[in-house]
């Protein structure tokens, strides 16, 4: 089991910026692939962004250039840097674990979520 608790949510204005960080614990953090994925109500969750074992990243288009997700294996966190914010940004976003449990197969589990409110 992983446990992951997100930290960093909140309210600003469009162009602004936020940071978002969660926390993981129970696992080998270095085992698992990290990300963040996002959901506004009525819609279906979207993946934001991940972060491989090896430290590879990806970024769904929207927020190319925008936002930057890391990860401290030393300190079992991932956060993801938020800058100029749209009012499109906002909804619940969730930290997600992707962890190796042995070969072929993989475990995920999910963060309770925190709200990003972009405003115009």
């Known amino acids: 089991q992983v446990q992951l608790v997100e930290s960093g949510g909140g309210s600003v204005q469009a162009g602004g910026s936020l940071g978002l960080s969660c926390a993981a614990s129970?696992?080998?953090?270095?085992?698992?692939?990290m990300g963040w994925y996002r959901q506004v109500p009525g819609q279906e969750r979207e993946m934001v962004s991940s972060i491989s074992r090896m430290g590879t990243t990806t970024y769904v288009d929207s927020v190319k250039g925008r936002f930057t997700i890391s990860r401290d294996n030393s300190r079992n966190t991932v956060s993801l840097q938020m800058n100029s914010l749209r009012t499109e940004d906002t909804a619940v976003y969730y930290c997600?674990?992707?962890?190796?449990?042995?070969?072929?197969?993989?475990?995920?589990?999910w963060g309770q979520g925190t709200q990003v409110t972009v405003s115009s």
């Open positions: 129970g696992r080998t953090f270095s085992n698992c692939a």
């Open positions: 997600t674990a992707n962890c190796f449990e042995k070969v072929g197969t993989y475990s995920r589990y």
